[in-house]
């Protein structure tokens, strides 16, 4: 099993009943496109709050942009495909949550959401509470992806780490390697599975969105 895996493949409907968070739960939707982007992205990270890794993820992963924080408001040919990103604590999960059902009770313009990425807050097992709850969260995602904890990434500034692009494939998996160097076999794995989630997106239904 791979640490950065997509835990649900199918895109599931919203289950009945999902109840827009109140106004102040809300994220904000840009009402320009998003600054600071030099690229268009094929796809959006939203981080859900603070220190999720959203930040670092964009920078990794050359089809994604940070999108700071708000919904991109899809002007200029942006992209309206977002992931949002979160940390695997109960108060990050639960911020996904809020802004999961924004999504799912049209808040959040014309975004549409591909899933949602976790990444791990510390070395080691996810706690039973962790994992009981993203699984609740993840069924409003749709498709949930888990990111391991790097200790080498903390350590530097993300524009110093190895970059992923769709032609790079994944690495062979190796006993030892060096992140810092390396493109780890899981943000690979991430990035292809998050290319092929666009594309069946784009495709539409019947077209392989449910292969594994």
């Known amino acids: 099993m791979t640490a950065a895996m997509n835990l649900r493949r199918r895109r599931e409907p919203a289950p009945a009943g999902v109840v827009a968070p109140p106004e102040s739960l809300r994220a904000p939707i840009w ?29 990794v992963l050359a089809p994604a942009a940070d ?8 002007f200029d040919r942006e992209s309206p495909y977002v992931v949002l990103v ?13 802004l999961l059902r924004q999504h799912h009770a049209g ?3 014309a975004t549409e959401v591909l899933g949602l990425i976790t990444v791990a807050a510390r070395p080691g097992r996810v706690p039973p509470e962790i994992r009981r709850y993203r699984d609740v969260v993840g069924s409003l995602a749709g498709h949930v992806w888990q990111v391991p904890w790097f200790e080498e990434w903390t350590l530097v500034e993300s ?3 190895p970059v992923w692009s769709p032609g790079d494939g994944v690495a062979a998996r190796k006993r030892r390697m060096d992140p810092l160097d390396e493109v ?7 990035g292809v599975e998050l290319v ?15 292969r594994p």
């Open 107 to 109: 808040f959040a313009g």
């Open 67 to 74: 999108a700071r924080g708000r919904w991109p408001g899809v």
């Open 159 to 161: 524009d110093v780490l």
């Open 31 to 59: 009402q320009r496109p998003v600054p600071g982007v030099g690229r268009a992205p094929l796809v959006w990270l939203l981080g859900v709050h603070g220190g999720s890794g959203a930040t670092t993820l964009a920078h």
């Open 196 to 210: 092929a989630a666009i594309r069946a997106s784009i495709e539409g239904p019947g077209t392989g969105e449910d």
């Open 184 to 190: 780890p076999v899981e943000i690979g794995e991430l």
């Open 86 to 98: 979160a940390r695997e604590t109960i108060s990050g999960l639960t911020r996904a949550h809020d």
